[in-house]
């Protein structure tokens, strides 16, 4: 199993970018699928997570500005990210919580880099 993540770059604060990453893989289901964070040293922080259900969970510090949505017929989730802030630099990384030949895993992607200038 292989998460891809990509859409990084670097955007001037009060601006847009989304963030998109796939599963690929012998996959059973998929139970969560989350993306997280880790600025310059700093701890890795969950930004957000959309587990089945549609049950979805933000960090205090990105509501109303970031929204995750997952494409379940494509093992795929997308952060759009608005109004972004140079405190939301950092490494972005897509975590998923799966189901593959009868084995749970929690798989991370690579990180893409996401650099906000004031």
């Known amino acids: 199993v292989q998460l891809q993540a990509y859409g990084g770059g670097l955007v001037q604060a009060g601006g847009s970018l989304k963030l998109s990453c796939a599963a690929s893989?012998?996959?059973?289901?998929?139970?969560?699928m989350a993306w997280y964070r880790q600025a310059p040293g700093k701890e890795r922080e969950l930004v957000a997570v959309?587990?089945?259900?549609?049950?979805?969970n933000y960090a205090d510090s990105v509501k109303g500005r970031f929204t995750i949505s997952r494409d379940n017929a494509k093992n795929a989730v997308t952060l759009q990210m608005n109004s972004l802030k140079p405190e939301d630099t950092g490494v972005y990384y897509c975590?998923?919580?799966?189901?593959?030949?009868?084995?749970?895993?929690?798989?991370w992607g690579q990180g893409t880099h996401v650099t906000v200038s004031s």
């Open positions: 975590n998923a919580d799966l189901i593959s030949r009868n084995t749970r895993y929690i798989s």
């Open positions: 893989g012998s996959i059973s289901s998929i139970n969560a």
């Open positions: 959309e587990t089945g259900g549609g049950n979805i």
